[in-house]
């Protein structure tokens, strides 16, 4: 990705981020205006679509650091398919959020008789139990790699240390 499409990009999120600050997002529901309250779930919705999109890349991101440091075959196809595995969960997931409501604007409209939506709440669940066993095999992964190592304890401890920031920021 090109610096210029990289800066429209951040240009974007933030503008999204400013739109949802400004109609309440953070704030209790029953405090947010009636008028801004549809808006804000729309954008809501979109967030949502993000938020797989960047913990999805966030995590291929560690897994090829990791893959670039670490060039046993064994830990190589392990990167190659748990990438793939991320990918396809990723997928997935956005288009159960897509799709979470059928027709897609009863997300944010409740008014349709004809209104069919997903759990969200078992969905969020689901997501969140993939998504830790996901940060749990990004943790774990380097391991074997780091015992290889010609190092002392201390240094293998501390490498396995500063790995493992790069998963829990991740989360932040």
């Not at 991101?61 to 396809?88: D, E, G, H, K």
Request: proline letters at 3%; one cysteine or more; a positive charge.
């Amino acid at each position: 990705m090109a610096k210029d499409q990289l800066g429209v990009l951040l240009a974007g999120l933030a503008g999204i981020e400013i739109a949802s600050a400004d109609l309440g997002f953070g704030t209790h529901y029953w405090n947010v205006e009636l008028a801004a309250g549809t808006k804000l779930i729309q954008l809501f919705y979109v967030v949502q679509q993000l938020y797989i999109l960047i913990q999805v890349f966030a995590k291929i991101s560690i897994l090829l650091f990791f893959s670039r440091i670490f060039p046993a075959r064994w830990f190589q196809l392990t990167v190659r398919y748990f990438i793939t595995f991320l990918l396809i969960h990723g997928l997935v997931f956005l288009l159960v959020i897509v799709f979470q409501c059928t027709p897609i604007s009863s997300t944010w409209d409740r008014s349709n008789p004809d209104r069919k939506c997903l759990n969200v709440t078992a969905i969020g669940y689901a997501g969140a139990v993939l998504s830790i066993v996901e940060d749990l095999v990004i943790l774990v992964l380097p391991i074997p790699e780091l015992v290889k190592l010609q190092l002392n304890i201390r240094k293998k401890i501390a490498l396995g240390f500063m790995f493992s920031l790069g998963s829990l920021c991740v989360h932040a």
